[in-house]
């Protein structure tokens, strides 16, 4: 899988989703999106999509704001070492987004 962008997050720890993304995956604004941190990824997903496969992680969700902006929580951009200004980069695979440290 192809590295597809690169986004950076802000110091409110939001990263906003590239408009060929969300097209891709019909991503709206107010729409609940789940992210969920396995090792050193975290898979964004929209709610209404295929279930993550099982796994120990916890899940956290968001909502896209107005300006389709992902929040992460303190405790997600802690455990994966994120920051503001940390650079993002997103993979596509199907009906998910893989979001890694560029």
Same mark, same amino acid.
């Given at each position: 899988?192809? =590295?597809?962008?690169? %986004?950076? @997050? #802000?110091? *409110?720890? %939001?990263?906003? *989703?590239? /408009?060929? @993304?969300?097209?891709?995956?019909? +991503? %709206?604004?107010?729409?609940? /999106?789940? +992210?969920?941190?396995? #090792?050193?990824? /975290?898979?964004?997903? =929209? /709610? #209404?999509?295929?279930? @993550?496969? !099982? ?8 909502? +896209? #704001?107005? *300006?389709? =902006? ?5 405790? +997600? ?6 920051? !503001?200004?940390?650079?993002?980069? *997103? ?10 440290? !560029?």
């Amino acid at each position: 899988m192809e =590295r597809y962008s690169s %986004r950076g @997050i #802000d110091e *409110l720890g %939001r990263m906003v *989703l590239p /408009v060929e @993304i969300r097209t891709k995956l019909n +991503l %709206r604004a107010n729409m609940q /999106v789940s +992210l969920t941190p396995i #090792d050193t990824i /975290v898979i964004l997903q =929209r /709610v #209404d999509g295929e279930p @993550i496969p !099982a796994c120990t992680c916890y899940n956290y969700t968001s909502t +896209l #704001d107005e *300006l389709h =902006r992902v929040t992460f929580s303190h405790e +997600l951009l802690s455990q994966q070492g994120w920051k !503001a200004g940390s650079t993002v980069a *997103l993979y596509v695979n199907d009906n998910i987004i893989i979001l890694k440290s !560029a």
